[in-house]
């Protein structure tokens, strides 16, 4: 199956910094990716929607200014998490779904999750 | 928009036990629907999933079966095993992107 790389695994960062994840597909064309986040024991919440090339649609409640998003190639997205605060440690996974093989497909791959802690 | 409603964990069985976690949804017409497994500390993987109504999706002796009278897509494993420990999302695609949505997840434990 396709594989999508985030990167870093894991950052330890101070409050009032920002700190930036990658999110890359690695054998397919992400015509869109996802940026969710996950509190400790629960679900996953999408943050946004990103195609390449557009700006990104945030969800209700998501502050855009905060966390910013870039797609700017089909294989590259970044979320920023801008000034951070430890309320905003969490577990941040993307997911993208694109072209394969020059199919359309509407199956998501995952990343494996980027933990963020904000001390 | 569409819904999934999953059963509350966590579940705790013993290995080689029989093992079914419930699955229901509310959705305008018939997506198609997923289970995911995230392993401690991963990102999601994908268990199986079923595209239309009687389908079974099945991987690794799990399955489950796309039920539209029910609205159900329980998942089930005839006998579990300590490395099956995890959590497990039921989802299903939504809103205009066909973004997942994810039910609230099962903690599964699966003692030797």
């Known amino acids: 199956g396709a594989v999508v790389s985030q990167h870093p695994s894991r950052v330890i960062c101070k409050s009032g910094t920002s700190v930036k994840i990658e999110c890359r597909s690695l054998?397919?064309?992400?015509?869109?990716m996802f940026w969710y986040r996950q509190f400790p024991k629960q679900s996953l919440m999408l943050m946004a929607t990103?195609?390449?090339?557009?700006?990104?649609?945030?969800e209700q409640g998501v502050e855009k200014d905060k966390f910013l998003i870039n797609h700017a190639s089909l294989t590259l997205s970044t979320l920023t998490v801008t000034s951070a605060h430890p309320e905003d440690s969490s577990f941040y996974i993307c997911s993208a779904k694109g072209l394969a093989g020059g199919i359309s497909h509407n199956e998501q791959f995952f990343g494996p999750g980027t933990r963020l802690t904000v001390l | 928009g569409n819904s999934v409603t999953q059963m509350e964990g966590p579940v705790t069985l013993s290995e080689e036990a029989f093992l079914t976690i419930n699955c229901t949804y509310t959705?305008?017409?018939?997506?198609?629907l997923f289970w995911y497994v995230q392993y401690p500390g991963e990102g999601l993987q994908l268990l199986l999933k079923a595209t239309k109504a009687d389908d079974k999706g099945s991987n690794k002796g799990f399955e489950a079966t796309y039920r539209k009278e029910t609205t159900s897509f329980h998942l089930e494993k005839g006998s579990v095993q300590v490395s099956d420990s995890a959590v497990y999302f039921c989802a299903l695609p939504s809103g205009s992107a066909r973004q997942l949505t994810f039910g609230s997840g099962t903690q599964l434990t699966v003692l030797p």
């Open positions: 959705a305008t017409g018939y997506p198609s």
């Open positions: 054998d397919f064309q992400a015509t869109t």
């Open positions: 990103s195609n390449e090339g557009s700006k990104a649609t945030y």
